[in-house]
């Protein structure tokens, strides 16, 4: 069963960025759209960015021109790149298959903008 771990979140102020990486065990990075989604306490997880097989690539209009989806297909891994980040951003992210999430969630990394 494909494996998918987050790393990189963390403690940023408003204004900051951080980068994401999500490590797949398998080849799925390359072979599916892939996408980066984030929940925040007592909310719906919600898909923030998404890339496809192709390269192309879509946003939330809450991260559009702040938030980058990356991957690397030869390292099986998917990045975000965020910048320009509120308080409102805070939440634990998470990757998976987009537009749904097809495979088992990981752990997820937690992201805090705060002050």
């Known amino acids: 069963q494909v494996q998918l771990v987050e790393s990189g979140g963390g403690l940023v102020q408003p204004g900051g960025s951080l980068r994401l990486s999500c490590a797949a065990s398998?080849?799925?990075?390359?072979?599916?759209?892939m996408g980066w989604y984030r929940q925040a306490p007592g909310k719906q997880r919600e898909l923030v960015a998404a890339i496809t097989s192709g390269g192309s690539t879509n946003y939330a209009d809450s991260v559009k021109g702040r938030f980058t989806i990356s991957r690397d297909n030869t390292k099986n891994t998917v990045y975000l790149q965020m910048n320009s980040l509120k308080p409102e951003d805070t939440a634990a992210y998470y990757c998976?298959?987009?537009?749904?999430?097809?495979?088992?969630w990981g752990q997820g990394t937690q992201v805090t903008v705060s002050s």
């Open positions: 998976n298959t987009a537009p749904t999430g097809r495979r088992a």
């Open positions: 398998g080849s799925i990075v390359s072979v599916y759209a």
